[in-house]
Nanobody
Framework: QVQLVETGGGLAQPGESLTLSCAAS????????MAWYRQVPGKPREPVAT???????NYVDAVKGRFTIARDNAKNTVYLLMNSLKLEDSAVYYC???????WGQGTQVTVSS
């Protein structure tokens, strides 16, 4: 069965960096489009970044130039490198396998001074 396990969340100050990891299993990772989403209480879950099989990436405007999505097919892992964090980046971050709509359990990122 498909499993997605996010790690790497935590507390950071504005301007600092965090890297999230999502370890995937139960499917052919190298053939899957993967994405990171985030959600704050009371708001819909929103896409942050997507990485396609060919390595092409998409980002929401709010994180362009600060966040980088990357994948390591040998490790079945997708990453979200978050630089220059802002207070408004605080959210629960979720990993998603786009086809089939599978989600991880989420990891909390809190940016606070």
């Amino acid at each position: 069965q498909v499993q997605l396990v996010e790690t790497g969340g935590g507390l950071a100050q504005p301007g600092e960096s965090l890297t999230l990891s999502c370890a995937a299993s139960g499917f052919t990772f190298s053939a899957a489009t993967m994405a990171w989403y985030r959600q704050v209480p009371g708001k819909p879950r929103e896409p942050v970044a997507t990485i396609f099989v060919n390595g092409r990436t998409n980002y929401v405007d709010a994180v362009k130039g600060r966040f980088t999505i990357a994948r390591d097919n040998a490790k079945n892992t997708v990453y979200l490198l978050m630089n220059s964090l802002k207070l408004e980046d605080s959210a629960v971050y979720y990993c998603k396998k786009n086809l089939g709509g599978y989600w991880g359990q989420g990891t909390q990122v809190t940016v606070s001074s």
